[in-house]
């Protein structure tokens, strides 16, 4: 008899495969480069976020003005979206840079020294004019850009990422600061009670924001829809790539003409496509993202590199969780931007 293909639409399963090019190029190539080469990709990722926040605030603030040149319509009106289509996928990208941002901005804070037998606060006012002052200056700059951003994007996960991501580099960071503390158990308090201060701040914010359409844009159906097909293909699988073609038969009646191409959950679309194969790869993922956390985690001092290792980290592990309401990772620029976090 002849052979059966392992996808329904073995077209889209070769374009998912081509896709997945780019990232693995960026992965590998991110993994032979050295430290110095890292940060400058990472300074490049960072800049990139920074200009598409700045974007994104003058398409908010054209929409409030009533200019339609810049402003935003559909389903993410009034919102900022940067260049994607979606303003889920542009919080997606500032909540994982964010945390990057601000591993360079501890690791700067105070490196720098002077000359012995200076004073403490005259060493410290040479800091803020010295090369590492101005790249501190510039890397609270932009994390307050990516701060912004991500507000005005409106998205009820991306806000809610950036909380935790400012909680968990605060707790990470505050007493590494300058890599070995520089500004003693002081510099430690004032940075917890700042990046505490900042995610409360912003926790009104999502509730002004967001709380109204926590029940309105199905995705609770989309994902009981979803678990039902994957309950009748599981453990084989339709096929990466496939969603499009294989959500249709447990489509909700309610989404009337609506058609989902994505199933608003990475992981439930993975499963659904790939089946036990799928399940296996994200667990694998997991075992490996935990195993360098013991590798990158040490109680002496910091180098850079250390910083940015645990800064791309908890950048890893914002976007994932993003995954579990919305398909970042089918956008190309984000599998990218991961591929090089990962590496």
């Given at each position: 008899p002849a052979l059966k293909p392992l996808s329904i639409t073995p077209q889209l399963t070769r374009a998912a495969g081509l896709a997945l090019l780019v990232p693995l190029a960026v992965f590998l190539g991110s993994r032979a480069l050295g430290a110095r080469g890292l940060l400058l990709?990472?300074?490049?990722?960072?800049?990139?976020?920074?200009?598409?926040?700045?974007?994104?605030?003058?398409q908010y603030g054209t929409a409030q003005s009533?200019?339609?040149?810049?402003?935003?319509?559909?389903?993410?009106?009034?919102?900022?979206?940067?260049?994607?289509?979606?303003?889920?996928?542009?919080?997606?990208?500032?909540?994982?840079?964010?945390?990057?941002?601000?591993?360079?901005?501890?690791?700067?804070?105070?490196?720098?020294?002077?000359?012995?037998g200076s004073g403490h606060w005259r060493r410290r006012a040479a800091f803020l004019g010295s090369a590492r002052g101005n790249a501190a200056?510039?890397?609270?700059?932009?994390?307050?850009?990516?701060?912004?951003?991500?507000?005005?994007?409106?998205?009820r996960m991306g806000i809610s990422m950036v909380i935790l991501g400012v909680l968990l580099t605060t707790l990470l960071f505050a007493r590494r600061?300058?890599?070995?503390?520089?500004?003693?158990v002081t510099g430690s308090v004032i940075a917890i009670a700042l990046g505490f201060g900042i995610a409360i701040g912003l926790a009104p914010v999502l509730e002004g924001f967001s709380v109204a359409g926590l029940t309105e844009d199905g995705r609770v159906e989309l994902f009981s829809a979803a678990l039902l097909r994957i309950?009748?293909?599981?453990?084989?699988?339709?096929?990466?790539?496939?969603?499009?073609?294989?959500?249709?038969?447990?489509?909700p009646v309610g989404f009337g003409a609506l058609f989902p191409n994505h199933a608003h959950n990475d992981y439930l679309e993975w499963i659904m496509d790939a089946g036990i194969v799928a399940v296996v790869l994200i667990v694998l993922a997991l075992i490996l993202y935990l195993r360098q956390w013991t590798r990158v985690y040490s109680r002496n001092e910091w180098t850079r590199s250390r910083f940015l290792q645990a800064g791309a980290g908890i950048g890893l592990l914002l976007i994932a969780l993003h995954e579990l309401v919305d398909y970042n990772l089918a956008i190309p620029a984000n599998?990218?931007?991961?591929?090089l976090l990962a590496g």
């Open positions: 990709l990472a300074q490049l990722l960072l800049v990139i976020a920074v200009l598409e926040a700045i974007l994104g605030l003058v009533g200019d339609m040149i810049l402003a935003v319509s559909g389903r993410s009106g009034n919102s900022a979206v940067g260049t994607y289509a979606n303003r889920n996928h542009l919080a997606g990208l500032l909540a994982m840079t964010l945390p990057v941002t601000l591993a360079l901005l501890y690791d700067s804070l105070g490196r720098e020294r002077s000359a012995s200056l510039l890397y609270a700059a932009a994390a307050l850009i990516l701060l912004v951003g991500v507000v005005f994007t409106r998205s600061i300058g890599g070995s503390n520089t500004f003693g309950g009748q293909l599981f453990p084989v699988g339709t096929g990466p790539g496939t969603f499009p073609s294989a959500f249709p038969p447990v489509q599998q990218a931007y991961l591929a």
